[in-house]
């Protein structure tokens, strides 16, 4: 969202990023030069989503609390110079455009998840494709055949994340309403599926939402994405990263989220220590307790364990070989910016497909296969590093090189995300 905001006032729009109180007294960000930053309500001020009984309890109370605040904040700039005519939110927020709407706004859906997936969403809701799957493989038009492996989780399981499942699909409530659905994709990687939702929506797309840095450019100082949950200093991870030789460091990070199991944290160590090439490997603070113990020491000679990283500076490090990673959207689009091959071993929601996709659509890497247990075991990892560093290292270069070049067109100027942006501003600066 901030990202966007950027590239909005790099437009000449004038932006505003509302984020919960809750996150702004915890993570403390710094005033933006460019974007201003206010804040909502989602009715747990002094302790955020750990305050609250559950998924469910979470989302409502911050439907109330933020449509309460957010309309403050729209009354409070009537007739001032920062008065709002247009409202983005997120697409797992319906209720924005609602407020939106109670004030005359226009509204602006922001899609953060993959084309692809969103469109599975859309079918799941409007009736047109059933759960759970009864005889894969699932053939739906502009997509890859589709396992239940492959499925986003909520899909493949859909009785195991109820409240997410219905968050997810509550997307479309009234996204009829909606005068822009913005998707944080580019056309060219998901053009068939983005063609298809074009014809039910006022669809752009407008990704990859990264730092102009590390694609073109066009926005001075714009080199971190400017909010971090878990912000640390980099240095020594650079200064490990420049003792390595090019394309030799296997990078490792599951993402904000990720939960692995004692078991499945296990497997991944041994395997790593296995295999003969460098690693660094992202282990937040919380799931530390997993690892074997003494195992940062034993491996302190080719591996590197750090609770968090700057990652677009590591993936745009020379001596990065390839990702291992959950598949996360944005960590995916960061992979091809920085043309980086990846190993996906996915975890939950929309991570199966977008892995999917990278080993069969886009064939940037290949994904792990879990056994019968549900574990990847340390062969498997060893393999696959092998497969992704040296047996397939040629192909998988060239093609990541390929989508590489045809995002950073996409967003450079005149390119189908930076017409879609121009188009954006256009419409609301008329309004």
Sequence with gaps: MLQFCRRLVSKGVKASLAITNHISTTLNPEPDDHVSLVTISDGYDDGGFSRADSVAAYLANLEVAGSQSLGTLIEERVGTYDSINCVVYDAFLPWGLNVAKKYGLLGASFFTQACGVNYMYYLIYHGKFTMPVATPPVDIQRLPPLDVGDLPSFVGSPESYPAYLELVLNQYTNLGNAEFVLVNTVYELEDEVVDVMSKEYPLLTIGPTIPSFYVDKRIPHDKIYGLSLYPTDPTPITNWLSTKSPKSVVYVSFGSMACLTKAQTEELAWGFKQSKYHFLWVVRASEEHKLPKGFADEVAAKGLIGRWCPQLEVLSSEAIGCFFTHCGWNSTLEALVMGVPLIGMPLWTDQPMVAKFVEDVW???????????????????????????????????????????????????????????????SKITRS
């Design 363 to 425: 064939k940037v890497g290949i994904r792990v296969k879990v056994n019968k247990e549900g574990l990847v075991r340390r062969e498997e990892i060893v393999e696959r590093i092998i497969e992704v560093m040296e047996e397939k290292r040629v192909e998988f270069i060239e093609n990541v090189k390929k989508w590489k070049h045809m995002m950073k067109k996409a967003i450079s100027k005149g390119g189908s995300s930076d017409r879609n942006i121009d188009e954006f501003v």
